[in-house]
């Protein structure tokens, strides 16, 4: 069975500071998905990037970025220029290939932006 | 604009009787989900339906139940044999394999 871990409960940072957050997952497949989602206080779950294990490239989407390290299976994502609306829980989420329809989450790092 | 709608947002209900969440979208998305939010835990999967008239038991199905009529609607039934319940429960659908998953705004249950 698929683990993830986050080993981050709670990490704060000054607003427009660069701040990491620390994922690390455990697989037997070669090919699978990895996400992040934010959850705001509205506790809306909003997916933020998606990477695809075969793709070597990280993945970014504006302020976002991951690094993607297959061997160690390691997946962090690092916020850059962050702002107060990023201020959420972050969860980090894997889900395998075709016929494995679940997606595990970890248990999540709660993110303060100080103003 | 498309979506997935939960309802209702806030539900209480009594020790021993059965309640349903709602669940539906219009995103024409094939598969749906049912997650339990617990303090200090990540999302667990309930149940989940990848067509029609389909669904199989996720990690903690113990307790609950499902039905998956039409395409739009995915609405899961807390039991009384559920022993802890008070949770938040996020329903969320996907498109295509590979692709993130869609979230509603959630259903905050409370045993009184």
């Known amino acids: 069975a698929q683990t993830v871990t986050q080993s981050q409960p709670e990490m704060s940072v000054q607003e427009a500071e660069t701040v990491t957050l620390s994922c690390t997952y455990d697989?037997?497949?070669?090919?699978?998905?990895l996400f992040w989602y934010k959850q705001p206080p509205s506790r809306q779950m909003i997916l933020v990037i998606r990477q695809e294990a075969y793709k070597q490239q990280n993945a970014t989407e504006n302020r976002f970025s991951v690094n993607f390290q297959k061997a160690a299976k390691s997946f962090s994502l690092k916020i850059s220029d962050s702002q107060l609306g990023d201020t959420a829980m972050y969860f980090c989420?894997?889900?395998?290939?075709?016929?494995?329809?679940?997606?595990?989450f970890g248990t999540g790092t709660r993110l303060t932006i100080i103003p | 604009d498309g979506g997935i709608t939960q309802s209702p947002k806030y539900l209480f209900r009594k020790e021993g009787q059965n309640v349903t969440l709602s669940c539906e979208q219009n995103?024409?998305?094939?598969?749906m989900y049912w997650y339990r939010q617990d303090p200090g835990q990540g999302l667990r999967l309930i149940y989940y339906s990848q067509i029609v008239n389909d669904f199989q038991k996720g990690d903690i199905a113990e307790g609950y139940s499902v039905s998956r009529e039409k395409k739009e609607s995915f609405p899961l039934t807390v039991t009384s044999a559920q022993k802890n319940p008070t949770a938040f429960y996020l329903c969320?659908?996907?498109?295509?394999?590979?692709?993130?998953?869609?979230f509603g705004s959630g259903t905050r249950l409370t045993v009184v």
């Open positions: 969320a659908s996907r498109l295509r394999e590979g692709y993130g998953y869609t």
């Open positions: 995103l024409n998305h094939d598969a």
């Open positions: 989420a894997f889900r395998g290939n075709f016929g494995n329809e679940k997606l595990t």
């Open positions: 697989t037997s497949e070669s090919n699978y998905y």
